[in-house]
Every structure is written in C-alpha cells, then in structure tokens.
C-alpha cells in the first residue's frame, strides 16, 4: 500500500470517528422514537362493512397507518355506541374529548350548513368529479377553512360512489305521492325533499330498519344494495327506487383534532393522508364489486321492485335543489364560498364529462 493511499485511509477513518465522538445522529434518531396512541370514534354501528370494518373502512384504515408508521402511531377504533353516542363525533373531537371521528360531514348541518358539500350534492359532481375538485379543485383548503375555527381537519377517507334513491313502503307515482311521505334522509337531499311536502328524519344507520319496519317512516335512503340489504331493508319496503340524484358520490369524512394533527410529525402527517387517499380507492373498488349480486338477489329472491324514479319527480327534485342551493348561498357566506367553487368545478367537469363519460355510457 502507498503511503498516499495510507494516509488518505488515515484521514477517512478520522473524519468518521470525530463525527461519531460529536453524536452524528443515527437513522432511528432522525425519524424520532416518539410514539402516539389516539382513538378514533365512528357514526355508524359495530360490524358495519365499509362504514366500520372491511376492505377500504376505518378499522382498514387504523390498521394500514399502524403499520406504515411501524407502530408510531396506533389508532384505536370504537363504532357507534361504545364510546360515543353515533352523531357526537364533531362535539367531541372539537372539545379535544376525542382525536379522530369517521362519519360523514352532511351529518354536521346543524352546525355548520356549508360541510354538506363535503359530503355528496344533489344532482352535483359525480365520484370522479368530487375526488377532482377535492384534490386539485380547491375543495380540500376550503375544507379545512371551514373547520378550522372548529379546531379541527378534515380529510376524504371512502367513498360508496352513487347511491340508491331508497326504500318506500309504497310506491311514489307522481310529487303528489311525497307530500306528507316521513322519509329518512341525510343532508341537502333533505332539505330539498322537505321542498316537496316530505317530513324529513335524521337517523343513525342502525335505527332505520326498526323505524322502517314499525311505520315511524314510510321510506328510507341508506346507501346501495348491498349495504341495504344488510340492514334487511327490503323486509320493511319493497319498492326500491333509483337515479342518484341526492348522492350521486358519497365521501366519508375523517376528522382529526387540530392541536392532535399539528402534534404529529410531518412524516406522520403524510402516512395518515395518503392511508386515507388509500382507502378512497379501496372503498370504491369494493363497492362497486358487491352491488349488482346484492341487487340480482334482491329483485330475483327477496321479491324487490327495483326501478328508476319517474321522471316527474325527478325534474320537479332538479328544480327544487338548485332553489335550495342558491337560497342557502345566499343566506351564509361561508356556504356561498364553498357553493360557488363547488358550482364553477361543477360546470367544468360536466363540460369535460359530456364529451368523455356520457357518450360511453350511452353505448
């Protein structure tokens, strides 16, 4: 060996014992040992596939941060009931009682009218178009403008697609069959069907089939065939209606803390977004995986009539919609902002769509 090389050796291994003897950090030292365990509460009850539990749902979604995280962050989940009543997630993550909540931002109404839009529109943007106006459209900053005098985030984390117009003891002909018709039904599709004479009910997923069943409503949205028919929905109603006007897509909300979110590393802080991206996707997929059978059953086996709504009807719920949206703009500013970006996405991707979409469904 020449003493060059010697030498040059020499200096290396110099320069990395001074950098041990000053404390180089290691890579564990780097990411940080700090470990957070949190608890996630939920509006839908124990067993709920997709709203609970199952590929894309929010015990899937604790599971995958858990492991992405290696275990620095634990999320632990509580349905409906066991820790929490089902609808007091927003209290109790805005008061700091609770960390997360999975539900749906239409249940927020009460509080703050303009979070139905983060939810689903009637006759608004589809499942593609919402993920598009969400993610590069503007809707995910005016999310979280929304929230943050709540001290809380939000972010999309499912997502059913279209859903089932919904489930009446009788059939509806014409808008003279709604009025006085006691439906359950979530969000600014209730608020547009009280336009049309129906007395609009808010329940919790576990309570419509017994209110169903007993007479205490004549009719019932929930979400698609195959979660319809879990709830054995078909055994309390049989007329089963569809067009999507009132939830043409359907985003499943996770709620976040503020202080708890700005507590967590950056790296964290990306593990959570892109799990709940994640389970966007997943969600969907397997919604649209399990719909038709449960939809074949019903109508070949359970005795379901399955059909579009008239016509009618539909045109009349068009009308009332956009009278209900322009009045609830008009009357909030927050809900004027979010109506406005929402409306103008909406055009944009309607355009887009006629050209893209539409011709081949039209096949």
Not at 226 to 242: E, S, V
Not at 265 to 292: F, G, R, Y
């Amino acid at each position: 060996m020449t003493n060059s090389r010697r030498q040059f050796l020499g200096n290396a291994l110099a320069a990395s014992v001074a950098g041990a003897a000053v404390g180089t950090p290691s890579l564990a030292q780097a990411k940080g040992d700090e470990r957070f365990n949190v608890r996630m509460t939920n509006a839908y009850p124990p067993g709920s596939p997709f709203y609970v539990q199952g590929p894309g749902s929010p015990m899937d979604f604790c599971e995958k941060v858990t492991a992405m995280s290696d275990g620095r962050l634990n999320i632990n989940h509580f349905a409906a009931g066991e820790l929490i009543p089902a609808l007091e997630g927003f209290n109790a993550v805005s008061s700091g009682t609770i960390e997360m909540n999975a539900a749906n931002a239409y249940f927020w109404a009460g509080k703050i009218p303009a979070a139905q839009f983060f939810t689903t529109v009637p006759f608004g943007l589809n499942t593609q178009g919402m993920n598009a106006w969400l993610y590069h459209g503007g809707g995910m900053e005016l999310w979280h403008e929304l929230y943050e005098p709540h001290g809380l985030i939000a972010f999309p984390m499912g997502n059913t697609g279209v859903q089932m117009t919904g489930w009446f003891r009788k059939p509806v002909e014409t808008v003279a069959d709604l009025k006085g018709l006691k439906m359950r039904i979530p969000g600014l599709a209730g608020k547009v069907y009280s336009e049309l004479g129906v007395t609009v009910r808010l329940l919790p997923g576990g309570e419509i089939f017994p209110a169903l069943e007993r007479g205490v409503i004549d009719a019932a949205e929930f979400v698609g065939p195959y979660q319809d028919r879990r709830l054995g929905l078909h055994k309390a109603a049989k007329y089963y209606y569809t067009t999507g006007w009132h939830e043409p897509t359907n985003v499943t909300e996770l709620l976040i803390n503020k202080d708890v979110w700005d507590s967590f590393p950056k790296d964290l802080q990306m593990i959570v977004k892109m799990a709940a991206q994640a389970s966007v996707t997943e969600s969907l997929s397997w919604s649209e995986s399990v719909n038709a059978e449960a939809l074949k059953d019903l109508v070949e086996n359970e005795g379901v009539i399955a059909q579009p709504l008239p016509q009618e009807i539909v045109s009349n719920l068009k009308e009332a919609t956009f009278d209900t949206l322009s009045s609830m703009a008009a009357a909030d500013p927050q809900t004027k902002k979010v109506y406005d970006s929402f409306m103008k996405f909406r055009e944009k991707h309607s355009s887009w769509a006629a050209l893209s979409e539409k011709p081949f469904l039209n096949l």
